[in-house]
């Protein structure tokens, strides 16, 4: 059965772990397993920045970075009322260093050009939001030299490779009523990617790949970072 258009399709995600850890994380992973790899490091020295994290869901990162780190203000933006009503019953009492946003982050980022010096997102909008219309976005909402550093999938979950363009998947989700529905997730190689950030107006473009862990549902992860260079 198809979802109705306005289901929200992040109803499920992270669920349980809602009821069960209340806590500000204490480590912060861009890997898929969230076992190894760097951590927040890579964004640079927060101090005083302005960060938006996007498609934060419940926003245990941003919380982490708002506790452990001292950015001026970091923006957690989710599109879904689901994750967006989480992060508030989880980490509201944050504010005003972590202020949680519900929006879609390609609408959040045209709203803000100039306003960011950092934005980041661990499988979340990037992953699932048209790159040419999401990239050019957080490149206009970046101050110039700003840093946009974002996890995604290497490779399909069960192995299928990467895309060698620009292709969405359709990947089966439940609604809240328990419907099958798909939605859309970019699954790229790491040369389509890059070629989207350099399309956008980002310079400085490098990734890595971060080796899977063990179990059934571990995958490798590509971990992108770009500045946003003089833009016309
Ligand atoms: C797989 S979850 C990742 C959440 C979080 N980053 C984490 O690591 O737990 C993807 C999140 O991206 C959000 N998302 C997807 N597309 C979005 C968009 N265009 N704007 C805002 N949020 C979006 C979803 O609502 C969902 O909460």
């Known amino acids: 059965m198809t979802a109705s258009a306005s289901a929200d399709l992040w109803h499920h995600y992270g669920r349980t772990r809602h009821t069960t850890d209340r806590t500000v994380p204490d480590t ?28 934060a869901g419940a926003a245990r990162e941003a919380a982490h970075l708002a506790v452990h ?19 508030t019953d989880l980490y509201g009492h944050l504010a005003p260093r972590l202020r949680l946003v519900r929006s879609d982050a ?3 980022l045209r709203a803000a050009p100039g306003t960011y010096d950092v934005l980041y997102s661990v499988f979340g909008a990037v992953d699932f939001t048209e790159p040419r219309h999401l990239l050019p976005a957080a490149a206009s909402a970046l101050r110039r030299g700003g840093r946009l550093v ?9 192995g299928a490779p990467a895309q060698p363009d620009v292709r969405h998947a359709e990947i089966p989700v439940m609604t809240p009523d328990g419907e099958s529905a798909t939605m859309r997730r970019w699954v790229l190689q790491e040369h389509v990617w890059t070629g989207l950030l350099a399309e956008a107006g980002f310079t400085r473009i490098s990734a890595g790949l971060l080796p899977a862990g063990q179990g059934q549902r571990a995958a490798d992860t590509l971990l992108l970072t770009a500045r946003r260079g003089p833009l016309s």
């Not at 490091?41 to 927060?46: E, S, V």
């Not at 001292?70 to 992060?87: E, F, L, N």
């Not at 974002?150 to 069960?158: R, Y």
């Open 150 to 158: 974002f996890s995604t999938l290497a490779h399909h979950l069960g």
């Open 106 to 108: 390609v609408e959040h």
């Open 69 to 87: 780190h001292r950015p001026a203000r970091i923006v957690a933006v989710d599109a879904s009322p689901a994750q967006h009503a989480m992060a």
């Open 28 to 55: 912060f992973r861009w890997s898929w397993g969230q076992d190894c790899g760097p951590g927040p490091d890579i964004l640079g020295d927060l101090s005083g920045l302005y960060v938006a994290d996007l498609g």
